[in-house]
Each structure stands twice: as C-alpha cells, then as structure tokens.
C-alpha cells in the first residue's frame, strides 16, 4: 500500500517524532509506515487521517 | 506509574524475574520453589504492562517473533538435541542442577528433577533465541 504521509508531514513542517507524538506511536512506526514497510490498522488510519484533517483515501493508496 | 514506557516496564520485568530467579537459587528448596514462582508471576505481570504501553508496531513485531521464532526455536533446540546431551555437556549441567535442588538439610532431589527442570529450560531458551532473532530481523528490515 502506497501513502502520502511523508508528502503530508513535510508540508506541515513536522519530524517523524512530532508526527509520532500525535499519534502516540513510536518514531520506528512513522518510518515504517511511511516506507510502506508497515500497513496500520484501520483505526491508526483512521487517527492519521485526523491528524492531516483528510480522509484515508486520501492518505493510502493500493500499490 | 502508567506513565513508563514499554521498555521501562520490560527493563523491569526482567531485572525483578533475574533478582527472583537468583535469589530462589540462592534459597533453594521449598522457599525457593515459591520464590521461582513469584519469579514468573512478576515476569508475566509485568510484560503485561509493558504490551499495553506498547504501540501496534511493536505488538505486530512480537506476535511475529513468537510465532515463527518461536516455532523455529523450537524446532532448532529439538534439532540439536543429539548434541547437547553428549555427556561432556549436559552432566555438569544435571550436576549443577542436582546441586542447586538439593534442600538446604541435605537431601537430595528426585533423580528426574533435574534433567525435567533442564529440558523445560533448553527449550524455553531455544524458544527466546527464536524470539530474538526475529524480533531483531523484523526490525531490521522494516526500516
């Protein structure tokens, strides 16, 4: 699964540990995420989602 | 107290089952029968709270870890089995073991206590190096 959270948290100025620190996750699950390494579950989308203020489709994308 | 982390709670749970385990080692007999016991209740105790404060990452990598390392820990110590029970290796392990049973008056423990205790202790070692393997490479190559 592909996403845009690198995208995303850059054009907030955030570090992966502030994104982290939002989610109340570990620095080493952004980056995984963000690597497309690791697919969240439902409810981590759905909290990332909130965090950027979009939907998850907006966010995650099939590869 | 809730505020600790993951790891301060397994730094936690492993620092108390060692001092534990040791100090049942050290007491012997029935007293340090109860004492392993309280050993592993405060392991299991506190790994509890350490997979709470862990986010779902890190419970992924351990459901990971344990199954497949687990499994092939397993199969690995059963493996090896033909060679750590030459004798030039495992009888100074029943002789420790025969010693550290036996009950501060003397007597000694049933012959089959110590080599049930051994077999149960290799294969949860095997069974934790499995673990540990794999926790490491799923780390590694989710970077």
Redesign the interface.
């Given at each position: 699964m592909k996403n845009r959270i690198r995208v995303l948290r850059a054009e907030k100025g955030w570090t992966q540990a502030d994104l982290a620190k939002a989610l109340d996750v570990s620095r080493n699950s952004v980056n995984a995420i963000e690597n497309g390494k690791y697919d969240p579950s439902l409810p981590l989308a759905f909290k990332i989602a909130d965090v950027f203020g979009l939907r998850i489709e907006e966010i995650f994308q099939k590869d | 107290m809730s505020r600790f982390s993951a790891r301060s709670w397994r730094i936690l749970a492993a620092l108390g089952f060692w001092a534990l385990i040791a100090l049942a080692i050290i007491v012997r007999g029935t007293a340090g029968l109860f004492i392993a016991y309280a050993a592993g209740a405060w392991l299991a105790a506190f790994s509890l709270l350490a997979w709470k404060r862990q986010?779902?990452?890190?419970r992924?990598a351990q459901k990971f870890s344990w199954v497949f390392g687990g499994l092939f820990g397993l199969l690995a110590s059963l493996a090896l089995l033909p060679v750590v029970t030459q004798p030039g290796i495992i009888s100074p392990l029943l002789g420790w073991l025969t010693a550290s049973l036996t009950a501060p008056d003397g007597s000694p423990p049933d012959p089959a206590a110590p080599a049930i205790l051994l077999g149960a202790v290799y294969i949860a070692l095997g069974q934790l190096v499995g673990f540990l393997v794999c926790w490491v490479g799923w780390?590694v190559?989710?970077?």
């Open positions: - | 986010d779902e990452f890190e992924a780390h190559t989710k970077r």
